[in-house]
């Protein structure tokens, strides 16, 4: 009888591990802006007279593929309608063995677009016009994400990228990982959610960017 239950312990033991184990892979959650985060965000990639207030954004947390193959846990800032869509991409592109190079707001590079790509940072929020206009951008709605900046650069009609470290990139053969390619898993990540992709764009491609939009 003794024996009988301590297989039962150890039996109960192992599974409690296996679950563990399983859920240790993707973890993803959905939170509001704290009066922290609020804070770091004002005055740097928000600020009053933004068009979505604050309440309106949503912090989506998730594990993420490095370039090194490591797991790692970043953030996007986006807006409310869309964050659940948002862990959905990042949950697959995770499945699909995806790299990410980092996922931070804006806010640690000081809210400078040109910093944020220069890190190779993935990231969404960004309450900003459209570059050499007065127009906000999808990102200052939080429904716009570039991912992985230098492998994916913003390639004008002339077929320039303002990052040195992008130009091996601005030829978009052969694939090297993360980068966004018609057919492969970032641009089917995204397809399966609806969102639209800079790299589908004529004359100026911004192969960074996916938008819910299409914009
Ligand atoms: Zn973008």
Redesign the pocket.
């Known amino acids: 009888m003794k024996t009988f239950l301590v297989l039962i312990a150890v039996a109960a033991l192992w599974g409690a591990m296996s679950a563990s184990g399983a859920s240790a892979g993707f973890q993803g959650s959905i939170s509001s802006i704290s009066s922290t985060l609020a804070k770091r965000m004002t005055g740097v990639s928000w600020r009053s007279g933004c068009p979505v207030p604050l309440r309106d954004l949503r912090v989506v947390r998730a594990t993420h593929h490095g370039f090194d193959g490591r797991d790692r846990v970043g953030t996007l800032i986006v807006h409310r309608d869309v964050a659940t869509r948002v862990l959905a991409v990042l949950r697959r592109l995770y499945a699909d063995g995806f790299p990410i190079r980092r996922m931070t707001p804006v806010d640690a590079y000081g809210g400078s677009d040109f910093r944020s790509i220069e890190a190779d940072n993935t990231s969404a929020f960004n309450c900003r016009y459209v570059d050499g206009t007065t127009r906000y951008s999808e ?1 200052a709605y939080g429904r ?1 994400i ?1 991912v992985n900046p230098i492998e994916n650069p913003y390639v004008g009609s002339s077929g320039t990228t303002s990052h040195a470290a992008s130009r091996p990139y601005v030829r978009r053969t052969p694939f090297r990982p993360g980068m966004a390619v018609e057919g492969h898993a970032l641009v089917r990540a995204f397809d399966a959610a609806g969102w639209g992709w800079g790299g589908r764009w004529s004359g100026a491609r ?1 192969y ?2 996916f938008s819910a939009s299409g914009r």
Do not use: G, M, V, Y
Request: glycine fraction near 0%.
């Open positions: 990102h716009a570039d911004d960074q960017h």
